[in-house]
């Protein structure tokens, strides 16, 4: 390029830039000042306390409504978050010797206080006065025994009553339905409406012209999937979101005791030393041997084989329960899927069965003080586990029947937005009001 048509081009970039300035400074001279909008202005709050197995964490949001249509969201923000340890489960049933002199309800009036603390300095007291508040129990607290969890439900209803009245809170004319242990249908239900909502696929007007995601989510105590039953030969499901008159049915099952802390405990108790092999810390771990050891375990052929009598083979998982067709479905893995596809690095890539499984071998083969070495960064319960919880989520992944090459979404969030199953809960509790929610949940 010559040198004249260089200067040529810089006189015109410069000249270009003093316009530019001029015309932008003008305008700021002449045109007035614009606050930026606020989507959440006017909006209402609702408060869902998801009291897990290992703590309960407060979720606060805020969200806005269709002028004519209060069942219609137009904007839903997650504002406020608030952690606390241990579990509900564990406060309630703690001995006496470990509670530093106070008693059990003294304990669960300090821990709920705690959570709504956060809470009451978020909101005014105008604000409160119109804010529900809702707290679920997960798989920690169905696991309980019976009367063990209805006695732990009780006390907490009371003290839950007692802080949401304190607080300035509406308090529940029907409290079963604020305060509950939700089965497992209900915990994929929410997680399916969070992970669709944030993908942009929650559409309750349009779902028959949709192509929505299905949604795996495993625990610490049990694990779900869900997908929309849209087929013709999906039998119809009790579980659905409702817009009018019409029905969208959606498949869940959840399985109690699958999720990656119960399993292994299971599995430890069932195998003894022989299960070693599927943990780093023996030395000896294998992922393949681990795999066809929790395959063997895990895959019920006796009830696969009722099933398919039943439904067909394409209709069964290999756990031997029914399964709505889930051919072209594309799976969104969230919670302890995410955990250990970022622990073996996939989540970089697009994780897949097949992935996982190479993976998995890789990271079994370690020898120990190298893989202490390698990620120093990780606590050696996760090191030890890790091989064991691959095996496990692929033998999952199998059993439902996905591919090696199955390409599977997964994240922890989405826009920064967390993948948890208390967003699906608040979207359902508002856009589904008119639903007979008490099927959702374990104890009525």
């Given at each position: 390029?010559?040198?004249?048509?260089?200067?040529?081009?810089?006189?015109?970039?410069?000249?270009?830039?003093?316009?530019?300035?001029?015309?932008?400074?003008?305008?700021?001279?002449?045109?007035?000042?614009?606050?930026?909008?606020?989507?959440?202005?006017?909006?209402?709050?609702?408060?869902?306390?998801?009291?897990?197995?290992?703590?309960?964490?407060?979720?606060?949001?805020?969200?806005?409504?269709?002028?004519?249509?209060?069942?219609?969201?137009?904007?839903?923000?997650?504002?406020?978050?608030?952690?606390?340890?241990?579990?509900?489960?564990?406060?309630?049933?703690?001995?006496?010797?470990?509670?530093?002199?106070?008693?059990?309800?003294?304990?669960?009036?300090?821990y709920?206080?705690?959570?709504?603390?956060?809470?009451?300095?978020?909101?005014s007291?105008?604000?409160?006065?119109?804010?529900?508040?809702?707290?679920?129990?997960?798989?920690?607290?169905?696991?309980?025994?019976?009367?063990?969890r209805?006695?732990?439900?009780?006390?907490?209803?009371?003290?839950?009553?007692?802080?949401?009245?304190?607080?300035?809170?509406?308090?529940?004319?029907?409290?079963?339905?604020?305060?509950?242990?939700?089965?497992g249908?209900?915990?994929?239900?929410?997680?399916?409406?969070?992970?669709?909502?944030?993908?942009?696929?929650?559409?309750?007007?349009?779902?028959?012209?949709?192509?929505?995601?299905?949604?795996?989510?495993?625990?610490?105590?049990?694990?779900?999937?869900?997908?929309?039953?849209?087929?013709?030969?999906?039998?119809?499901?009790?579980?659905?979101?409702?817009?009018?008159?019409?029905?969208?049915?959606?498949?869940?099952?959840?399985?109690?005791?699958?999720?990656?802390?119960?399993?292994?405990?299971?599995?430890?108790?069932?195998?003894?030393?022989?299960?070693?092999?599927?943990?780093?810390?023996?030395?000896?771990?294998?992922?393949?041997?681990?795999?066809?050891?929790?395959?063997a375990?895990?895959?019920?052929?006796?009830?696969?084989?009722?099933?398919?009598?039943?439904?067909?083979?394409?209709?069964?998982?290999?756990?031997?329960?029914?399964?709505?067709?889930?051919?072209?479905?594309?799976?969104?893995?969230?919670?302890?899927?995410?955990?250990?596809?970022?622990?073996?690095?996939?989540?970089?890539?697009?994780?897949?069965?097949?992935?996982?499984?190479?993976?998995?071998?890789?990271?079994?083969?370690?020898?120990w003080?190298?893989?202490?070495?390698?990620?120093?960064?990780?606590n050696?319960?996760?090191?030890?586990?890790?091989?064991?919880?691959?095996?496990w989520?692929?033998?999952?992944?199998?059993?439902?029947?996905?591919?090696?090459?199955?390409?599977?979404?997964?994240?922890?969030?989405?826009n920064?937005?967390?993948?948890?199953?208390?967003?699906?809960?608040?979207?359902?509790?508002?856009?589904?009001?008119?639903?007979?929610?008490?099927?959702?949940?374990?104890?009525?």
């Open positions: 390029m010559s040198s004249p048509f260089k200067n040529h081009l810089k006189r015109l970039f410069v000249f270009f830039i003093a316009t530019f300035s001029a015309i932008t400074s003008a305008q700021a001279k002449t045109s007035p000042v614009l606050e930026p909008s606020n989507p959440l202005r006017n909006a209402s709050s609702i408060i869902i306390i998801d009291a897990g197995s290992t703590g309960s964490r407060l979720h606060l949001f805020r969200y806005t409504v269709a002028p004519d249509d209060p069942q219609k969201i137009i904007t839903i923000k997650e504002v406020l978050q608030k952690d606390i340890t241990p579990g509900l489960a564990t406060i309630a049933t703690q001995p006496e010797s470990l509670t530093h002199g106070i008693t059990n309800q003294q304990h669960l009036q300090q709920i206080a705690s959570l709504l603390s956060a809470a009451n300095q978020a909101l007291p105008r604000e409160r006065q119109k804010t529900p508040v809702y707290l679920f129990g997960t798989a920690g607290m169905r696991n309980l025994p019976q009367e063990t209805a006695a732990v439900l009780a006390d907490t209803t009371d003290i839950f009553i007692q802080q949401v009245k304190q607080g300035g809170y509406p308090i529940p004319n029907n409290p079963k339905k604020n305060i509950n242990i939700i089965n249908s209900a915990e994929g239900l929410f997680s399916w409406i969070t992970i669709n909502y944030l993908m942009h696929r929650y559409d309750i007007q349009d779902f028959l012209f949709r192509r929505n995601y299905g949604v795996l989510d495993l625990g610490g105590a049990s694990t779900q999937i869900s997908v929309q039953e849209n087929k013709a030969h999906d039998k119809p499901s009790d579980i659905y979101l409702q817009n009018g008159e019409r029905k969208y049915p959606i498949y869940v099952h959840s399985y109690p005791m699958y999720g990656t802390n119960a399993s292994q405990k299971s599995f430890k108790n069932r195998f003894g030393k022989s299960s070693d092999i599927c943990f780093l810390q023996s030395g000896h771990a294998n992922f393949k041997a681990c795999q066809a050891l929790i395959a375990d895990m895959y019920n052929e006796t009830a696969y084989h009722q099933c398919t009598q039943r439904n067909g083979a394409s209709y069964c998982s290999k756990m031997g329960v029914y399964q709505a067709d889930i051919a072209d479905t594309q799976f969104f893995a969230i919670s302890g899927y995410y955990y250990i596809f970022n622990d073996l690095d996939l989540v970089r890539n697009i994780p897949s069965p097949g992935l996982l499984a190479k993976a998995g071998e890789k990271y079994c083969s370690l020898d003080q190298t893989a202490i070495k390698k990620y120093p960064e990780r050696q319960i996760t090191l030890n586990n890790d091989c064991f919880v691959s095996a989520v692929y033998s999952l992944l199998k059993g439902y029947g996905l591919s090696d090459d199955t390409p599977l979404l997964t994240g922890n969030t989405i920064g937005i967390d993948t948890d199953w208390p967003l699906g809960a608040a979207i359902y509790l508002i856009s589904q009001v008119q639903h007979e929610q008490t099927i959702y949940f374990s104890s009525l």
